[in-house]
RNA sequence: GCGAAUAUGGUGAAGUGGUUAACACGGUGGAUUGUGGCUCCAUUAUGCUAGGGUUCGACUCCCUAUAUUCGCCCCA
């Protein structure tokens, strides 16, 4: 029977595999220079933990969370992302006892219920930062900062950073409500998505892009207008430091994101390369979410972090072959002919590998052909022949792929050809 | 949830309403049984996603299902 695997998922092996560990090292060692620590948290929560958080009206919580019921009949949730996760830990260890910002990163799987196309899987990886215990701008900076040094670390240049302000709590109702009352009348003309976010959350009506086009859209009222003075010099001073910091943006008063509990600084990095498959689409993209941690009844905390979609950098390294595959696999194969020397050569593959030698050899063939052909298949810098006559004179031979010639070495050499400290290896009479 | 395209071997694929399903790569065996990469020869799909229909006849036309891919919505 052929099962195959579930729609959205992927295997990823060879290069696949080499590039997301290596996506996987650039990034969480540049996030440990910026002074993260790792966090690893569950796959799986409460289904509270997300309709809290990224709120009901949320497409995330709507429609596409993978929801199920446990054995003791208790609502748990394939986590849709991290912060969520991380924020409940943070109350829940108590982690606001010790004073001070805390910063964590994290690689982790999120699963979402969607319709899967270029750049978007219903399981896939999120790398991510979270800061906690702090709302000055110079944090918002740093944060974006960090994304747009990932992104520059990787090779990735051409994004395009939008980034807007919600404002204070106390702002974004206001907004909301502002809103409400203008789209009541014109609510007619626009879509049916729109209709209901009148009701839920008026703010996701600015980033429809059914009627983006819309006038009653364009001239709705601008979030600066209704933000406190001291909210909009706030987001002034953070894109200030952008600037200082060099890092470019475009201010898009209708960035608002899809989970509820963002405030302030909300950003998105977005590919801007047209001949991508993934144009357009976000690769890295956060903001702050002062706050958060009060729904799980912790300290009132200011946060902000991002994710990034780690299968959509790997798009990109592929497209712009930023990442090469290693060529060599191994350091060395060892031939062998002869009835007696197949356990000779494991037993030297043996000590080869275990003093740091990526060594390969055939286990089944005692006939050259399909050796040399392994040998060409692994791509190996260098190979040892070994059969009954030299272990009876306690050498081997050693070939060199690249000049194809071949030279007769000791045994005892064995150890200083491959800079091996300890004990000399010696075949076994 | 809505819309579109595609479905042929181990892989990439060409192809026609009618006996042998092209070509390439890969695999295997051999020329070459202690030395590979080149070359040459042989061999490699009783079958064209599944089910139904039209037809004297369907891999080819029609319908349905399934899968994959892409787009919309939304998102990383």
Redesign the pocket.
């Known amino acids: 029977m052929k099962i195959?695997?579930i729609?959205g998922t992927f295997d990823f092996y060879g290069k696949e595999v080499e590039k997301y560990r290596y996506i996987e090292k650039v990034a969480g060692d540049l996030a440990q220079k910026f002074g993260f620590e790792e966090m690893i948290t569950p796959m799986f929560e409460a289904t509270e933990v997300f309709v809290r958080t990224a709120g009901d009206s949320s497409?995330?919580v709507n429609k596409e969370m993978y929801t199920f019921k446990d054995r003791g009949d208790k609502s748990l949730t394939l986590r849709p992302?991290a912060t969520a996760g991380i924020s409940r830990s943070f109350v829940e260890n108590k982690l606001y006892v010790e004073p001070g910002l805390k910063k964590y990163y994290y690689f982790a799987q999120a699963f979402?219920c969607?319709?899967?196309?270029?750049?978007?899987?219903r399981q896939?990886t999120?790398f991510g930062v979270e800061a906690l215990g702090k709302e000055s701008p110079y944090l918002d900076a740093d944060i974006i900062y960090f994304g747009y040094s990932v992104l520059n670390k990787l090779g990735i240049k051409n994004v395009k950073l939008k980034i807007n302000t919600l404002g204070s709590k106390e702002g974004r109702n206001l907004y909301s409500n502002r809103l409400r009352e203008y789209f009541k009348d014109n609510i007619s003309c626009m879509c049916d998505?729109c209709k209901k976010r009148l009701e839920t959350n008026p703010l996701r009506i600015l980033?429809?892009?059914?009627d983006s086009d819309n006038p009653v859209l364009i001239n709705a009222p601008k979030i600066q207008d209704s933000l406190s003075e001291a909210d909009n010099e706030r987001f002034n001073k953070v894109l200030s430091i952008l600037k200082e910091l060099g890092v470019n943006y475009e201010v898009d008063s209708n960035l608002v994101?899809?989970?509820d509990y963002y405030n302030h600084t909300v950003f998105?990095f977005i590919y801007n390369e047209p001949n991508s498959?993934i144009y357009?689409?976000?690769?890295?993209?956060g903001g702050r979410y002062n706050g958060l941690s009060k729904e799980f009844d912790g300290p009132d905390t200011d946060a902000i972090g991002f994710?990034?979609?780690v299968?959509?950098l790997m798009v990109i390294l592929e497209e712009l072959n930023l990442y090469q595959e290693k060529k060599t696999k191994v350091d060395v194969v060892i031939v062998n002919?002869?009835e007696n020397s197949k356990l000779t050569a494991l037993k030297m593959a043996g000590f080869l590998r275990n003093n740091g030698v990526r060594c390969e050899l055939d286990y089944e063939s005692n006939?050259?052909?399909?050796q040399?052909?392994l040998?060409?298949r692994k791509n190996t810098p260098l190979i040892i022949?070994i059969?009954?006559?030299?272990i009876e004179q306690g050498i081997f031979?050693l070939?060199n792929?690249e000049t194809?010639t071949?030279e007769i070495k000791k045994i005892e050499e064995l150890n200083d050809l491959f800079k091996i400290e300890g004990e000399k290896y010696a075949y076994q009479k």
Do not use: H, M, Y
């Open positions: 195959n695997k729609k497409d995330i992302e979402r969607e319709r899967p196309q270029a750049g978007r899987f896939f999120q998505d980033d429809c892009k059914i994101r899809g989970l998105e498959s357009n689409l976000a690769i890295l993209a994710g990034a979609g299968e959509r002919v002869g006939s050259l052909k399909p040399f052909k040998c060409e022949i059969g009954d006559e030299e031979k070939k792929t194809r071949e």
